[in-house]
């Protein structure tokens, strides 16, 4: 909600980010120096829910890992040497890398992912081995730098790269050749699963989003509008429901995100992690409530039998459609009950 106010990213762009987390996808934040990759990380680890551990390795401690530990987060920190300053208690980035892996399923963080390392994380990544997602920064201006950086200058195969699901590009944007530069995400794009032959960069990327200069916006391209992205047909079979459902699932979330942002203009402590951390879990457990004891999916068409049920006649696939619409109506307002009432409570808290 903070980077929404800031124009980092737009809300539908924040609910995307949160979908994603939170089926555990393995993502690149990508960005040259100062352009906000650190922190839209960290905002990003706020997505990923609180019964999954998370592993962080960094050589700078960047990451709010005692903060995320406070709020109830399983993190565990694993110090690597510098590049640069081979010295001190540290493990090398590969060592450290090796024991994180070892450690098992939990979600991998990486402050920066940029040596020899890279090659055993992939091939971990590969093989399914390296977790329930990895989530890393790199430098890189764009995502065809990324991949060439990966590719050809660390040596990972290109089939290895698409155990990548996708790469976050952030830059610093001079509106209007403004001497002011403003951080923003500039593109979302997802890794093909097309087999390839010798693939040149722009073969392998397929956009999700992109920055438009003259909105000052991130704006979704058709291919996520229309229902046609890998990525979400991945995330929503996995989770055993149809691409309508989870697109009107990231609607839901940039709804909620939204509202914090709006609200935080207000009263600022709602943009803070303990209160967005808060209103993630609240809606954690009204999406579990909401469906009606295990049977939601199945309700709505969304199950490969309920499927199958819901093409027996057209009328009987409308009603479905519209009761996931109302369940998920439903769910945004219980969470805005919820989400007024401890926005109020914690107003009155400060006084």
């Known amino acids: 909600p903070k980077l929404i106010n ?39 680890l706020l997505e990923i829910p609180q019964k999954y551990r998370i592993l962080t390795i960094e050589d700078t401690h960047e990451l709010p890992i005692d903060e995320l530990q406070s709020l109830g987060w399983k993190v565990q920190g694993m110090s690597s040497q510098s590049s640069v300053l081979r010295s001190g208690a540290e493990m090398s980035p590969e060592t450290a890398l ?74 610093s944007i001079r509106l209007e050749g403004s001497m002011k530069k403003l951080k923003r995400v500039s593109r979302i794009a997802e890794i093909t699963s097309a087999v390839i032959e010798n693939p040149e960069p722009s073969d392998i990327f397929t956009e999700l989003m992109k920055y438009d200069a003259s909105q ?80 939601y999916e199945k309700e709505c068409g969304n199950s490969p039998a309920g499927n199958s049920a819901g093409n027996s006649a057209d009328n009987s696939a409308d009603n479905l459609e519209s009761d996931c619409r109302n369940d998920l109506e439903t769910l945004y307002r219980q969470w805005e009950t919820w989400f007024e009432n401890f926005a109020r409570k914690g107003s009155d808290k400060g006084k």
């Not at 058709?222 to 309508?244: N, T």
């Not at 909620?256 to 992690?273: D, P, R, T, V």
Request: charge should be neutral.
């Open 98 to 171: 090796r024991a994180a892996l070892r450690l098992g399923n939990s979600a991998l963080v990486l402050g920066e992912v940029r040596g020899e390392e890279v090659k055993v994380l992939y091939e971990a990544m590969q093989v399914g081995k390296a977790g329930n997602s990895v989530i890393g920064t790199i430098h890189g201006s764009s995502t065809e730098n990324v991949y060439e950086r990966i590719v050809h200058t660390l040596g990972v195969p290109p089939a290895s790269f698409k155990a990548t699901d996708a790469v976050i590009i952030c830059s």
């Open 6 to 44: 800031t124009g980092s990213v737009s809300p539908y762009a924040a609910g995307l980010l949160s979908f994603l987390m939170d089926g555990q996808a393995s993502v690149l934040v990508a960005g040259e120096v100062g352009a906000g990759k650190t922190s839209l990380l960290s905002a990003m």
């Open 216 to 295: 000052d916006c991130l704006l979704a391209e058709k291919v996520l509008e229309q229902g046609q992205s890998e990525l979400i047909e991945k995330i929503d079979r996995k989770w055993g429901i149809s691409i309508d459902r989870a697109l009107k699932n990231i609607e839901l979330r940039a709804r909620i995100k939204e509202k914090i942002a709006i609200e935080g203009l207000k009263k600022s402590f709602l943009l803070e992690a303990e209160a967005v951390s808060q209103a993630n879990n609240m809606f954690w457990l009204l999406s579990d409530s909401v469906k009606k004891g295990g049977s």
